[in-house]
Structures are given as C-alpha cells and as structure tokens.
C-alpha cells in the first residue's frame, strides 16, 4: 500500500535555524486548482508588532490566524462576513520581546491580550502570586513563548485536510523543560477545526503544570441575550463579584458600563468518551460558536464573562483547564496541580465549530442537552476561596 | 478654492502592517529643487540598538533626529556645528525590546536615556514608588512605545512646511488605552520646531494620566554660569539637595565631580494666552536655546539640573509637565494627578528655538521680562515632600 | 620596518550603524589557499533565537562559535568529533530581548544558560540578592549584552592568527558605565585559543565589579570518575549541600539523578609569573580541557559540579573569578568586590585548551603538579556564609 501523499513544509525550525520568511502555498500550486485551501504566512510591522509572524489558513470557508510568535495563539477566525474573536484595547500583534510579564505585579500578560485563543501556561497558568520569592506571572509564560518549529502539511487526497503542527518550548535550566506539540487540522469547506496537543515533560523530574485554554468571543456571537449553554453539573462563583450574577450565570449583558467581569467556576458532564460540549450563542440562537472536548484531558471550565463596554473588550470566555485561574497555591491546595513524571505526556483535543443558522446552533443544543441527559446542575453559592 | 497640495507618506502603521524601511525624500523629488528639506528614515544597527529606526529631518538649518521605536523621542537636533542634545554613558539608541523598566528597584528607564526630548508619561511619570502592589517605574513607559504610525507630509507650497504626524499607544487590557498623536512641524530655513500633541483616553473610563516634557540640553548651550531663565513665580527645591544649591538655582555650574543633581519645582507666569517661555543661554548670552509652551497646558516645570562630570552626563533638563516627577500617590496627594474622562483629549503646544547670536538670545530675554513683567518669583525654602 | 599585514574587517558597529549581516572570509580569499581559516557570521532563526547572530572561526582544528548578540559568550568548541559545551534543557541561543532578569526572583538568567563559556558581571555577577531596593540578579548582565563593535582580524603572515576584537558596554544613566573589549585569538592548526579582556570604568566616580569566566564542559570531557585537577592551596565548601561531597570535591559522578549541584570554593597555587592551571579530564585521562590563567587577575576559582541527569543539564564549571559566586553585600563584607577607579582598566587573559591523548593530559597534569611542587591543600569543611 502507498503512503498518503501530502506536501508538508517547515515554516520555521530553531534547530535547522530556518525561517522561510514571507511566504504562501494554495491549491494550484499542489496541482488541486479545485480545493479551496491556502497558507500564508508573512511578518507583521509597526509598533509592538515588529517581527511578529501571522500565519493564516484559509479553505474556502474560514481564515483562522495563528500567532507563531505567540505560541501559536489564534488571533482570529472570519467567516462569511463574521470574526471570531474580540477587540481588546491592545490593538498590535504584541511581540513578546515588548511584554514584560513581571509589570503590574505580575500582570504585564495584559499587555499583550487580544487573541481568540490563548494557552495559559505550561508551568504556571492562573493568577498571579508570590511564593518563595518567585512571582508567578498572570496566566504564564506560553503566550509569550516564540514557537520553535513551524510545519504545515496538506493531504494530497480527499479530504484534503490542512494541518499545522508546531513546537513551543517552556525551558529554564534548573526549572522546567516543557515541550508543546500542537495540530490544528482543518478540512476544506469546513467550518470546524480541531486542535491537538501534546504537553511533554522533558526533564527528569516531575514537573506539575498548568494548561488552560482561554477562547475568547465577541459580537456578534456575544450579545445581550446572548447564552451560555454546556451540561453542567456543578457552577460555582470565583469570588464575591461573581456572587451577584450567580443567577443569570449562563445568561450574557449586552456592553455594560461597570461590568467589569464575572467568573464562574464549571464542572461538566461528559458522554461514555468523556466529550462534553460548550456553547455560546447569540440572542435569536442563530449563530454560535461551539467547543467540544473531553473532560478526562480538561476536567474543569471557566466561564469569564466580562460584558463591560465595547472600548474596554466586551468578550466572554469559554476556558477548560486542567485547573481553575486561581493562583496556583491555592490549586495546589485544591488538588488541581497536576504533575507530569519524567517524559510523561498529556493529550488535549479541542474542537471548535461555527454554527451559523438557527438550525445548527439548535443541533448543538440538542447535543448539549443529550449529555445532560436530565442531570441536575448544582449551585454553589460560595466562592471556595476566603477573600476572593 | 483648491486644498492645499501636500506631499504625504505613511512610513510605518501597525493597522496595515506597513513599514517602508530604509527610505528617503527630498525638495528636488518632489519639483522643489530649491526647497532645502529633506526626510529620511533608517534602521539602526548595532548592540541595542538593534531594529530601531531613526527618522531625520533636514530644513536647511537644522537636523532633527526623532525615534520612532522610542516613542517619537527626540534623539538630537543639530545645526550650525552645534547639537542640542547630551552625552549620556549610554551611547546606542536603545530598542525598547532590551529595557526592563522595573530593573533596579523601577529605575530601568536609565538603560535608554540619552534624548534631548523625551516625554515621561502617560499612565505614570514620576520617580518609582510602589502602590497597591503596582511598582510605577521612573518615568512610565512612554519612552518605550515604539510608534504604531508615522506620517510625513511636506506642504508642497510656501512656507513648504515639513509634518511628521504620529501615534503612540499605551494600551494594558483592564488598565489603560491613552493614545499620543504628536505632529511635529519645521520650516524651511527656521531654527524654530513646533510640537502639538494629542493625549486621548480612549478607555471608557476616567483615566489618571501624567505627562512630562524631559527636554535635556548639555555644552555648549550649558556651561559654567550659563542661565536658566523663565518668569517664575516660584520656586520650591524638590529635595534636601536641592535646598543647598537653592541661593543659584538659576545659575549653571561647570562640570562638577560628586555634583549629582539639584532639582527644583517651578511656576511660571504666562501672557494672556497663556504663553511662557524657558530659556537656557550659555554665559556669554550668545548661544541659548527657548522654550515656548502653554501654562494652562503644562502647569508645572521641573527644573533638573544635573551638572556633574561630562563623562556621567552633564546636562539640565527644562521639563514642562501636567505635574512634578514626584511619585504617583504624592502627586495625587497634591492635587496633580490630571484625569481624562473616557473619550476625553488633552493638547500640548511646545515651540523649541535655537538662539545663535546675542540678539536672538537678548530677544528671547526680553520676552521673558515681559512676562515676567516685574512680578515677585516667591523662593520657598523647604521640599514639601518629607523625607525627599 | 614595515607593518605586519592584517585583513581587518568590521562586522558590527553600533557607532557606525554597521552590521554587515550575513559574512564569511576564508584563506584562499586573502590569498593564503593553504592555511586553513574561515570566520563566518550569521543570523539565527526560529523561537527565542530570532535576531541572536553566530560568528564561527575555523582553524583547521576546531570550530569556535561565539554569540555577538550575547555579549560575546562562546556557545561551543567543536574538534575532531568532540564538541566542548553543554546540553541544557535551554536549546537555543536566546535574544536576550526575551530574557527578563528579575523572573523567578532575580534568576531569569536562566532561561538563557547553556553556553560553554558565559561572563558573569559587570556590574555585578553572584546569586541573586536584595539591597537598597535594588535585585541584584543571577549573574549579572553580562550574558545579555548585545556586543556594540566586533571586529575580525587576520594576520596576513605566520602564523596567521585570527582574531575577534568586540566592545561590550554596560551602561546606565547614574549607576555605571562599563566597556569590555575582549580579544579571542586562535591560530590555525591549533587546539588552544586564548581570550584577553579589558573591563573599563568609563565613568567618572569609583565602580564596583565582579567578573567571574562561567566556563561549562560536559561528556566526553566529564563522566564518571572523571577528574579535576588544579594547584589548589585551599578549598571550602560553598553550602551545606557540598559539605556532603567534600572528600570527593575533585573527583565526578557520572549523571546522577536527584545530584543537583555541588559548588567548592578554591584558591590555586601559581607560578611567578602568577599563572595556574585547572583541568578537567575524563577517567581515561586520554581527553581533557585546560584552563590557564593568572590568579594575579583573577583570584578566586569556583568548581561548580552539575552532575545531574543528562537531561537536566549533565555539565561542571570551572570559573575563575575577581570574587566567588555568593550574593554582592556578602562579596563586599568578604573583602572580595572589586573597585575600579575613574578610568581604570583590569586586564584578564585565559587560555583553553583541548588536550587530545593520554599524552597532552599527562604533560597538563605534570604542569599542574609543577606548580603545586608538593604544597599543602588546605580543606575547610564548614562553609565561609552562614545558612548557605
């Protein structure tokens, strides 16, 4: 039997110390005039974008960009008119080499935030605290972590699936070697796209980490009216603030000034596989966005609505975790800290999916509910942390 | 009636991705032969100065070098075998990417300073000092913005003026969006620039702000018994240091082994329109540089006098602000912390003249009696901040 | 007389805003087809390495990788199969843009480390402490100091030396103004190249520094039962943890789970001419590496034995020093920070060597034997710093 065929080019390789630069690939060039795909990938310019690379995949349907300087963070996914991501007051491609994580007390990631979606990560991912005389840096390291190889392929069969597979390196002598191998796949005509990643333990110690995926929406998928909806079994407010919305915890604000944020806590029910899904979809429930994966790789969920003004990044986020955003003592403390053994891998599929009629927002739904399957959802009214 | 005819180039703007790199104008390419202007960008090279770019203007008279990596600060002006500017230690024009702001307790601002205009702003300005767990680094950040667009224009009919329009953003999600646009305008033939900025809270809430004008002059403008002279109402040390330099603090010394630096705090009387003017002359009254702004803009002038040794960077700075270089939380104690409202602006008009002979100096002197106009300059003898 | 011809060329030069990029010069260019020397420089790519530059010179014999980006550190030797270096868990050649010094409480350094022979200093050099606000951070700066000049230089006759002059500036605004210029020289056919560095107060007041050569070998030239050997007069123990080593302070482990480090303090014998010797050679005694230097220059000699796992880092250092590695005020308290008056320079000159055969390794011991000619070897055996 014949290998598949399929042309695969690296992009970027820190041990080849390769960079192809500017650079594109579409169908006719493969010889597939009629498969609607196309990569590109050019560096960005100006301000604190100088030397950031964008990497874009298009297949007829959608453009996703990745962040390869980013740690192949998505910037942004078009569709039919729409985008999938938000505006943040951070309006540049921020390279890392601009961010200083330590700024602010340990917030200076919020320079640099304006992405679809962000890994938080790997050593460290939630707030920032101070243990040991080390400052643990809001959300992480893995935004700000260049990637160190960058390959694209294309099936050169039907379906012709689009793949993107790169490495991001977490690595400090004495403290961490922690290796991310990320694939997006990504079929032509489709209007999903699956992520799989491999977060690897390359030091010879046991390494707890931290890995949350922090997938932020906005209009016209968030609006006022706009729902939250997943099989939930257990929602808890984060902090007292989140107390006051603990009602309308699914339900979104349009802008609203003073918002500032809510945070709620989520565990979920998942099918015999462990696959649970997480929708938000607009007001009329025609047009959505919906993220499914598994509850045995990403057993807890964030919900961050953050419904303040549009100038101030009107954006909700769906984030499943192998932890909660707390700092990570108290994760720690909770029992969330994993821990990888020498060598020792974890596996992460996502897959997010546009709905974009009310007929498939309405099959989500009905999936979501299957899962559900008439389970009670508990909740706390409590935050588990004092003074949160 | 025709608009005007106006030769305009964007050299650099995040939005489109845009960088002309290495790139140059002047009077004969545009049908002007006999117009002496010229505008030229190019990248510098070179330990940290690595990716900056420098933009110079040329009218003839003058040359002006502005850093658009650095926050549109200007590095140098030259003109007639004299340069405006300083000799710091720190020699290369450093790329933002190698500073650490919060390095030596938040003073890692002195890793790049080495300007003859650079602004100190906006979310914070002053000396560090730590609130709320937030360390507020000497002089903020503006210095370390690299521009997000640049504009050039040449009016293509007399007096054919040169505009170099840019935008700086200070953006943090949650905590600020302040955009700068500064427009910085020459005329052929004139020893005078004009700078009008623009500061805007496009947040949507009220926004602290702080602006300085760090403007730093060294030999031969500065020398022993050069003046400094402004119609000033009062005068306050900023400091037990200052106290003992207090009897001459209008007057220049030398280079001065162990003279580190005397600060002092001044208000300026202004003409009906609210007009000032600082002056800086060398002893013999024949070589000056002026300062011209607006007192209902910038309130408050620091008057920094650091005439120590050439080597460790002897200069004085005459710095225009919305307030003094006091840390945050004192500022805001006294009253000048400024606030815009969401959508709000802020303008700022500075006019810097080179004074080449005795009569241009002399003019200038009289001009500032005017003001002036035999009013008292009241001397307050104590710091008013304790332990300062 | 007439001058001795010499094919001088600038690569990088700030004050000159010159980088010739990508370059190589070999022999036959210079006309000298037989003498085996080829410098080239280029640009790496891909992750943390983006913008970092190489310069390689080859000389027949071995291949010498220095990192202008990185204050001129040597990242390898290669010869005749062997490579002199390390493997860390960092595995590419940081920019340090991407390094934040004051990370995990001053020990961001880390995230660089994995050269085969970095500087610690200027200014400072040692573990990470506290004082008067300021965090002295690992190391020092030195490492991720982008050099300002580098020159190559060939002799045009026997024997044909090459040369790589750079200047290396630490510099701030009110705290130092430090240049080194360092001189590697290397002659073809050689296994030896030799390193002279001049540090330079250029400011005008009394500086503190602390300058220690961090040189790392690792496998072949370290394994089990691999030795180090030295005219040592005294040796302590740096911490509690050493103590535990002491009777086999000289002698290594092969990789050693849970080994972490071990650090002995020593001070060497000399010649008269103030010249000492410290090798590492493997069990066999056939493979080894030389370090001579002048104690005169450079006092103290700390042993840094990292007998980890492969993977966490398996690598020794053998460093020599104007102090020992403990934080600054305790350097101070020990009489062991030096000060460089206004203007001063201290000369430092080290000499590496491959030593290839049982032969070369027995002519190094006997020439460390030599200067040990039979005296004592003083063991300590409580470390000098309380707690350490």
Not at 77 to 82: A, L
């Amino acid at each position: 039997m014949m290998a598949e065929a399929v042309f695969s080019c690296v992009l970027l390789d820190s041990a080849l110390s390769l960079d192809v630069g500017d650079w594109s690939v579409e169908g006719a060039q493969l010889g597939l005039p009629e498969v609607p795909v196309k990569i590109s990938k050019h560096r960005l310019h100006g301000g604190k974008q100088q030397g950031v690379d964008l990497l874009t995949l298009e297949n007829g349907e959608m453009q996703i960009s990745l962040i390869p300087t980013r740690g192949m963070s998505i910037y942004e996914v078009r569709c039919d008119g729409y985008r999938l991501g938000w505006q943040s007051p951070v309006k540049e491609v921020v390279n890392p080499a601009f961010i200083n994580a330590e700024q602010r007390g340990g917030k200076g990631w919020l320079d640099g935030f304006n992405e679809m979606l962000v890994r938080c990560g790997f050593e460290w991912a939630g707030h920032p605290c101070e243990e040991d005389g080390v400052l643990y840096t809001l959300h992480g390291r893995a935004a700000n972590l260049p990637a160190s190889r960058v390959t694209v392929e294309i099936d050169l069969a039907p379906p012709y699936a689009i793949r993107v597979v790169a490495l991001v390196r977490e690595s400090t002598f004495k403290c961490c070697d922690l290796e991310l191998q990320t694939t997006l796949t990504l079929e032509p005509g489709s209007r999903d796209f699956h992520i799989h990643d491999r977060l690897t333990n390359l030091g010879d110690y046991n390494q707890p980490f931290q890995l949350i995926y922090h997938g932020n929406y906005s209009s016209p998928f968030l609006e006022q009216d706009a729902q939250f909806l997943a099989p939930v079994k257990r929602v808890t407010p984060f902090n007292q603030r989140a107390c006051e919305g603990l009602a309308q915890w699914h339900c979104y604000a349009g802008p609203t000034a003073g918002f500032d944020e809510e945070v709620f806590l989520l565990e979920c029910y998942a099918d015999e596989q462990h696959r649970t899904l997480a929708l938000v979809h607009n007001a009329a429930a025609d047009l959505g966005v919906s993220l499914a994966y598994r509850t045995d790789q990403l057993p807890y969920l964030t919900l961050w609505k953050n419904t303040d003004t549009v100038r101030q990044g009107y954006v909700t986020g769906v984030e499943p975790g192998t932890c909660y955003p707390y700092p990570r003592p108290f994760e720690r403390e909770q029992g969330r800290l994993a821990v990888l053994a020498t060598g020792a891998s974890r596996e992460f599929e996502l897959t997010y999916g546009l709905l974009m009629d009310e007929q498939e927002v309405g099959i989500a739904r009905q999936q979501v509910e299957a899962i559900q399957n008439g389970h009670p959802c508990e909740v706390i009214t409590h935050p588990p942390r004092a003074g949160s």
